[in-house]
């Protein structure tokens, strides 16, 4: 039994399969191109490091750390925040209602560095989310943040290099 099928068939199939493929490859080859430009285009803190050395930023910075029961990474954040080498430079632990041993394992790895200061927060009030709270607190109830010009947020997760900040600073700046 012989089966004809129709030229319109035919054709059909070839455009589809002929043409479904080259869209496709034209489609990543735009992507593709969109995001290198992309890629050059947007700053890194590379580029910071090398604004900074060439014009150093100034102005007082204070970082605000919100920390819940972070007692397997503080130790990292604190040592990290240590060795920042921006000469302006404050930090500020907020303790949300931490059950741990995050406090004692900050205020171990802290030392005697007065550049660190820790608001360690009893409650959350209704209404609040503990994250944001911890940010509100660690920022009204603080010294060193009354007097910075800049203010920074990070995680408690957040590992920083030794002049990123003076790099963010430059970027902004630029």
Same mark, same amino acid.
């Given at each position: 039994?012989?089966?004809? %099928?129709?030229?319109?068939?035919? #054709?059909?199939?070839?455009?589809?399969?002929?043409?479904?493929?080259?869209?496709?490859?034209?489609?990543?080859?735009?992507?593709? %191109?969109?995001?290198?430009?992309?890629?050059?285009?947007?700053?890194?803190?590379?580029?910071? $490091?090398?604004?900074?050395?060439?014009?150093?930023?100034?102005? /007082?910075?204070?970082? @605000?750390?919100?920390?819940?029961? $972070?007692?397997?990474? %503080?130790?990292?954040? @604190?040592?990290?925040?240590?060795? $920042?080498?921006?000469?302006?430079? /404050?930090?500020?632990?907020?303790?949300?209602?931490?059950?741990?041993?995050?406090?004692?394992?900050?205020?171990? $790895?802290?030392?005697? +560095?007065?550049?660190?200061? %820790?608001?360690?927060? +009893?409650?959350?009030?209704?209404?609040?989310?503990?994250?944001?709270?911890?940010?509100?607190?660690? #920022?009204?109830?603080? /010294?060193?943040?009354?007097?910075?010009?800049?203010?920074?947020?990070?995680?408690?997760?957040?590992?920083?290099?030794?002049?990123?900040?003076?790099?963010? !600073?430059? !970027?902004?700046?630029?």
């Amino acid at each position: 039994v012989s089966v004809m %099928i129709p030229h319109w068939l035919w #054709v059909t199939l070839a455009w589809t399969l002929g043409v479904g493929p080259v869209a496709t490859l034209l489609l990543w080859g735009v992507i593709w %191109i969109r995001l290198e430009q992309t890629m050059r285009n947007v700053p890194t803190l590379r580029l910071g $490091e090398k604004l900074a050395a060439a014009h150093p930023p100034t102005g /007082r910075v204070c970082v @605000v750390v919100p920390a819940y029961n $972070e007692s397997r990474v %503080i130790a990292g954040l @604190v040592r990290s925040l240590r060795n $920042e080498t921006y000469p302006q430079l /404050r930090f500020v632990l907020a303790l949300d209602r931490c059950t741990d041993d995050t406090a004692a394992l900050a205020r171990a $790895e802290i030392a005697n +560095d007065d550049r660190f200061e %820790i608001v360690e927060i +009893d409650t959350c009030p209704d209404g609040w989310v503990g994250k944001v709270h911890a940010l509100h607190a660690g #920022v009204t109830r603080s /010294r060193a943040t009354a007097d910075a010009e800049f203010l920074l947020f990070a995680d408690a997760d957040t590992l920083f290099a030794p002049g990123c900040i003076a790099a963010a !600073l430059a !970027l902004m700046r630029d």
